[in-house]
């Protein structure tokens, strides 16, 4: 046995694969999501949670490298075609669904640099410079080129995301993001869920042009668990409100599917084996869900400047996330106030002063910590890498696993 493969069955990554395997059967009916936030849950609780992680991979890996540049010439041609893919005829619907792609209004264009940094960490080799020029063929058209193609995975994946946020937005009756206007708040309600019905057909186009009917299934799936996942948050049962399985399995469905179903079709693409498709799936899952237990604890302990939205609108809007769930486990008089959805006056406050009396805030840390640890194992368990650009790809992916930890926005 290779001493990686003997490294990838003990500790942290054992329990990492074993979770994997049950979300991976199934991840389509509401009662197998339970079943994954259970799994979930157990991984965290039987795992040893690392302390000092970042530290730590810091000195055994000896490199640092700042992730977002090694692929950013490419996330620049995939914003230009995302600009060109959104416009339309229609000035109204052109205006609208461009919102969110405008120059410096784009985000962090997290999904397409993970997508792009997969597709390098399974290359054998760094893309021709050719393939660092836009490429502004139509949707419809299917481009042959393997590295063309998974720049229309990142393309898509970022599609889908930013439709989720529009219809979010409405869904939230939000009026800021990304610290300017929402779409809702500039042009209404209709307009925008419009919109994000644009995006998502312009996103099917791609998807379908790029002929490979597993990463089709893939990404629909994904379009499923985001509708499932805001349905089970608006629809909890006092019961789930309360439970920390609930809360995993809507946070995979709202959060972790689209990294994770990207990976996975970034490696189906490249025709990866099933065990490495099931790795690059893993490292988006569990990135996901530390990314959003990192957005949780922000939610209450960052500023809404920074944030670019309303600070404690999670509270506001009557939802209890990991801190504050944890937080219940030790203060008993926070549950009568998540179960009431912090509606009475007063009640975000108590719940602030009471979160702060307990070990709440430092367990979602650990959680999310055990999360992002887990996501640099399955970088570190593939196949050995067969380039250097592949190599310094794979850095990446796991320094990424580390600035999720420390964002402060
Ligand atoms: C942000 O949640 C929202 C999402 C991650 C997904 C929302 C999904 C839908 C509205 C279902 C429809 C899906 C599609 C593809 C159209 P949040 O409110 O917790 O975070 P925020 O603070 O960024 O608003
Ligand atoms: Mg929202």
């Known amino acids: 046995m290779s001493l990686r493969k003997a490294a990838c069955q003990g500790g942290l990554l054992g329990a990492a694969l074993a979770s994997s395997c049950c979300a991976g059967c199934s991840t389509s009916s509401s009662s197998s999501i339970e079943t ?49 893919s959104v416009s339309t005829g229609i000035p109204a619907l052109k205006t609208a669904a461009e919102y969110f792609f405008r120059h410096g209004m784009e985000g ?21 410079p050719e393939y660092l020029q836009a490429d502004l063929r139509p949707a ?49 309600n209709k307009t925008a869920i419009l919109a994000g019905d ?15 009917s597993e990463t089709v299934v893939l990404m629909s799936q994904v379009l499923e668990h985001l509708v499932s996942g805001e349905i089970m948050q608006m629809t909890a049962t006092s019961e789930q409100l309360l439970d920390l399985d609930h ?54 302990t960052g500023s809404s400047s920074v944030l670019g939205k309303p600070a404690l609108n999670d509270l506001r809007s009557g939802l209890a996330t990991a801190p504050v769930l944890f937080a219940a486990q030790e203060e008993p008089e926070l549950r009568p106030l998540i179960l009431r959805r912090f509606k009475q006056e007063g009640d975000v406050a108590l719940a602030m002063s009471l979160i702060q009396r307990t070990q709440g805030l430092r367990r979602a840390e650990e959680l999310a910590a055990h999360h992002a640890k887990m996501a640099a194992e399955m970088i570190r368990c593939l196949p050995a890498a067969q380039s250097d650009h592949a190599e310094i790809a794979r ?8 600035k999720v930890l420390t964002r402060k926005k």
């Open 108 to 128: 962090k264009r997290l999904r397409p640099t993970l997508a792009l940094l997969m597709s390098s960490a399974l290359s054998p080799s760094a893309p021709p």
């Open 247 to 300: 809360y995993l399995a809507k946070t995979y469905c709202k959060t972790a599917s689209l990294m994770a179903n990207s990976a996975r079709s970034i490696a189906v693409l490249a025709g990866e084996a099933p065990e490495v498709c099931d790795m690059a799936w893993s490292y988006g899952r569990h990135l996901g869900l530390a990314f959003q237990v990192v957005d949780d604890l922000l939610d209450l």
């Open 140 to 188: 419809a058209e299917h481009a042959p080129e393997l590295r063309r193609r998974q720049q229309r995975l990142a393309e898509i994946s970022e599609l889908i995301h930013v439709a989720s946020l529009l219809h979010d937005d409405v869904i939230d009756d939000a009026e800021t993001r990304r610290g300017v206007m929402s779409l809702n708040g500039v042009m209404g």
């Open 395 to 402: 850095e990446a992916l796991v320094q990424i696993t580390h």
């Open 198 to 212: 644009f995006l998502l057909a312009r996103a099917s186009v791609s998807l379908a042009a790029l002929r490979n």
């Open 36 to 84: 994954l936030g259970r799994a979930l849950h157990r991984a965290f609780l039987t795992a040893t949670v690392p302390q000092g992680y970042i530290q730590t991979w810091a000195e055994v890996r000896g490199r640092q490298v700042e992730p977002f540049s090694v692929v950013q010439q490419e996330v620049e041609i995939v914003s230009e075609r995302l600009r060109h």
